[in-house]
């Protein structure tokens, strides 16, 4: 396996073998992309350009605008395509986690269904077990442990949650038994087979997905046991599901530059070197690899299998003790490579040809192939050297050139310095004595302007107040005085007076919630200690509250929670009132589009509730304003504007603060952070 690991770090050598077809191939493909008006095709386009850019600095270019535009004419199959791309992108930076989420959640709807269903828990899955396998050994113990508890309680909805779950369960508890001393992967092997009953039912890419995970610790754990037919049986199961993906019409037609040695890679250098697989044997795997080579170098294949083909066959003859051979295969990996310039790699292929000349007994060629990798690597080290040597030499020049220029400035300061002290005296003594002279004007001056801001600001609140009671209080109290009247004058029927008494007792609810929004403000405002705590489930208390808002045509109610349960010590009714504030908030402003709720608990003791909606949004200036009593961004807008200025005073009262993510453009977010 270390040698495995050793031929995939040298992919980076490969580039050369089909350069020049595949650049005209990708310059004629952005020529028809770009006079294309039909957008399936342009999508066709995209997808063979992502394809034949994959692992090159071109290729998130392409994905990103594959994703979008596929997206937008409802292709599942060019979306599925360009997620792998985009999560390896993400799972590679864990600062970017939520935005591997948020890209999932926007294409899982599409795939449903479609060839590429179960993809978006695949690479969910991939993200937690990179986390797992990067992590030092404390921290993936914890990890594991921590994904292990939270399942329990999460039985898998999908066949591809449950082989995810399958998956890591297996991982886990490999990584978990490190705990214990035993660094063993059998552990994870009932797992790993179970999973393995669920791949026949899989759509054809989550399907191959999958299995291609589970290859790698299949094989390892194979090896390690030394189940020889378990290893074959699992091998040719494998190669058969990538040769019936690859022959499946959709995937033949809509990507013939798919890149494929990669797929198969892994499981062909296994079987070709495994001490568990006969000679005989594994001249039939090695046969097979090499036909499938040949038969991808076609003009509109862009393969690297050479390469590959190359540094398997190197691998292959040397496990087998076949030197000669080896050796030539490592004369053409030599050949090909040098043109790339000098590198670790090619000096480590010139040792490897020094060390099949001494395995065959021809010490004198070996001497003259260790003087080769000498020079190679005398080559590499001046290299560097020279490099360094030109490094230092520049940073020397800059470092005179600023030492001189600093010499320059400190004889000028040094003269600057007698004159300004000089000045600096006189200075002084004037500031001194206009100093105590303006300290008390400034006082009375500070006071004054203290007290004018207040009375405008009380004149202002007052007006804001007058201007909204009177408008707020009287539509509810004309309704009710209308419909009572109707009411009182009779001949109404029996379902008109039902009617009527039912808008009475809603604009009378209304008034009351007006005043009841006043009276809590004018409490809290009063109130100099910090509000009671008691101990509540703060999910149960968001639960109650979704499930208490009114049915919205086109909105979706959504919660997040970290844990199933965070029990808190807060004051249940004012943290009730914050969370039904800021859902009657959002909901007021979100004419379509998804309400969401959010709830965590950080290390540093405090509790973090987010809402987010996909309404209006506010802009970044209004961000502090609409905090302020009785403002709102929207004159003709329902309500006193108390709402947002009552959640500003429960969260400073409960030790924390609340404040309007500007960083969040599809809507508005606002983000409470409290002290428990």
């Not at 770009?34 to 995209?46: H, N, P, S, T, Y």
């Not at 490190?178 to 026949?200: F, N």
């Not at 020279?386 to 320059?408: I, N, P, Q, S």
């Amino acid at each position: 396996m270390n040698k495995l690991l050793w031929v995939l770090l040298c992919v980076g050598c490969t580039a050369s073998a089909s350069a020049f077809p595949k650049d005209r191939l990708i310059d004629s493909l952005e020529g028809a992309y770009a006079v294309e008006d039909d957008a399936r095709k342009r999508v066709d386009i995209l997808l063979n350009l992502k394809d034949l850019t994959d692992s090159s600095g071109d290729e998130m270019f392409y994905t990103r605008r594959l994703f979008s535009e596929a997206r937008a004419v409802g292709d599942p199959f060019a979306a599925g395509a360009s997620l792998g791309s985009l999560a390896s992108y993400y799972i590679a930076r864990p600062e970017a986690a939520d935005s591997l989420e948020i890209v999932l959640r926007e294409v899982e709807p599409l795939l449903e269904g479609s060839s590429m269903e179960g993809l978006p828990a695949y690479y969910r899955m991939v993200d937690v077990a990179r986390r797992i396998q990067v992590a030092g050994t404390e921290e993936a113990v914890r990890l594991s442990q921590n994904y292990v508890d939270s399942i329990r309680s999460c039985p898998p909805r999908t066949i591809y949650e449950e082989a995810s779950q399958l998956f890591l369960k297996g991982i886990a508890a490999y990584k978990l038994g490190s705990a214990e001393g035993k660094m063993h992967m059998e552990r994870g092997l009932p797992y790993w087979v179970d999973e393995m009953a669920l791949l026949p039912k899989m759509k054809p890419t989550a399907r191959r997905n999958f299995h291609a995970n589970l290859i790698t610790c299949l094989i390892s754990v194979y090896g390690s046991k030394g189940d020889r037919d378990a290893l074959v049986r699992t091998a040719d199961d494998y190669l058969a599901m990538l040769d019936s993906y690859y022959l499946d019409p959709e995937v033949a037609r809509r990507r013939p530059y798919i890149p494929k040695e990669m797929s198969y890679l892994t499981c062909y250098y296994a079987m070709c070197t495994s001490p568990l697989i006969e000679r005989r044997q594994a001249q039939v795997y090695y046969d097979r690899y090499r036909r499938f080579v040949e038969d991808s170098q076609s003009e509109d294949n862009m393969l690297l299998d050479k390469y590959w083909f190359y540094l398997i066959s190197v691998s292959y003859y040397e496990h087998w003790g076949d030197y000669d051979k080896a050796m030539s295969y490592n004369d053409s990996l030599i050949l090909i490579s040098r043109p790339n310039g000098l590198s670790a790699q090619l000096a480590d292929m010139y040792v490897r040809r020094a060390q099949f000349y001494e395995r065959m007994g021809h010490y004198k060629e070996a001497c003259r192939a260790y003087s080769d990798v000498i020079g190679v690597r005398d080559s590499l080290s001046s290299q560097q050297y020279a490099r360094r040597v030109g490094e230092l030499e520049v940073r020397y020049g800059l470092d005179k050139a600023e030492r001189d220029r600093a010499l320059l400035l400190a004889q000028k300061r040094r003269n600057m310095l007698w004159f300004i002290v000089v000045i600096l005296v006189f200075a002084i003594i004037a500031v001194v004595y206009l100093w105590r002279n303006l300290s008390h004007i400034k006082r009375l001056q500070n006071k004054l302007r203290i007290e004018s801001h207040r009375a405008l600001e009380s004149d202002r609140l007052k007006r804001d107040f007058m201007g909204s009671m009177s408008h707020e209080i009287r539509t509810p109290l004309n309704a009710i005085n209308g419909f009572a009247e109707l009411i009182a004058e009779g001949g109404l029927s029996k379902e008109e007076s039902s009617e009527f008494a039912q808008i009475i007792r809603d604009n009378t609810q209304l008034f009351t919630a007006l005043i009841n929004d006043m009276l809590e403000v004018s409490q809290l405002d009063n109130t100099l200690e910090e509000l009671p705590r008691t101990p509540m489930d703060i999910c149960q208390i968001i639960r109650t509250e979704v499930e208490r808002l009114p049915q919205k045509e086109g909105v979706e109610y959504r919660t997040d929670f970290a844990e199933p349960e965070i029990v808190v010590p807060l004051h249940r009714g004012y943290v009730t009132e914050l969370i039904r504030e800021l859902l009657k908030n959002a909901v007021k402003f979100t004419p379509a589009g998804s309400v969401t709720i959010a709830c965590s608990r950080v290390e540093n003791g405090m509790l973090t509730i987010s809402v987010t909606d996909t309404g209006c949004g506010i802009g970044e200036a209004d961000a502090e304003k609409v905090f302020e009593r009785f403002y709102k961004a929207d004159p003709f807008a329902q309500g006193l504007g108390l709402g947002l200025s009552l959640c500003r005073l429960i969260a400073e009262k409960s030790g924390g603060k609340i404040r309007l993510d500007t960083s969040y453009t599809r809507g508005a977010r606002f983000v409470v952070v409290l002290a428990v």
